[in-house]
Structures are given as C-alpha cells and as structure tokens.
Nanobody, 121 residues
Framework: QVQLVESGGGLVQPGGSLRLSCAAS????????MGWYRQAPGQQREQVATMTSSGITDYADSVKGRFTISRDNAKNTVYLQMNSLKPEDTGTYYC???????????????WGQGTQVTVSS
C-alpha cells in the first residue's frame, strides 16, 4: 500500500505564508511526478504546481511568483512554499504522486487526504 500524508495547512492572513509538506510511503518502486492540487468549495480541483523527479516544474498562472514547489527525493517528500497568500488561495490542498509499486506495474497517481488552507483576515 501507498500513503501520502500532508501537513502544514492552516489559517493565515492575506499576505502571509504557509509551507505544505507531503511524504509518500509504502511499497514504492519508482516515484515520478509529485504535485499539489487544490479545490475550493463548489469548484473543480485544479493543479497548483508539479515537479518531475528530475526537477522540472510547472505552475498554475495564478500562483507563479508566489508559490514554490520543491522535493526531497531521498525522503519521497514534496513541499509547497506559499507566499503572499490571497483569499482566493483558500481551499483544500491535495498532494499527488505518480508512481509504480513494482517493476512490472504501470504507473498510477495516488492522492493524499487533503489539508485545509484558509486565507482570511
């Protein structure tokens, strides 16, 4: 089994910062792209930022210049540093990981349970 455990969400004022962490554990043979998605109430889940195992990043336009994704491959952990937070950044943030659990298995995307981020004064 594979588990993705997120941490670091919370309540922050506009202009503040938060750092999210997500650690993948379990039967992981190969770990590829890791990333963060978010979902606001009544809206679809959207990609926030992703990073491949070789370090290539991709950001949503709405977070470019404010959010930074990073990862520690030795720890199977991905981070999201969020600065200059805005009320529209509020939502549940989900960690994802594309990985294989065995040499002959196909890659599948796994999800964390989500962590709440609320930006409000």
């Amino acid at each position: 089994q594979v588990q993705l455990v997120e941490s670091g969400g919370g309540l922050v004022q506009p202009g503040g910062s938060l750092r999210l962490s997500c650690a993948a554990s379990g039967s992981i043979f190969s770990l590829y792209t890791m990333g963060w998605y978010r979902q606001a109430p009544g809206q679809q889940r959207e990609q926030v930022a992703t990073m491949t195992s070789s370090g290539i990043t991709d950001y949503a336009d709405s977070v470019k210049g404010r959010f930074t994704i990073s990862r520690d491959n030795a720890k199977n952990t991905v981070y999201l540093q969020m600065n200059s937070l805005k009320p529209e950044d509020t939502g549940t943030y989900y960690c994802s990981a594309l990985l294989r659990i065995g040499e002959i298995d196909l890659a599948n995307k796994y999800w964390g349970q989500g962590t709440q981020v609320t930006v409000s004064s």
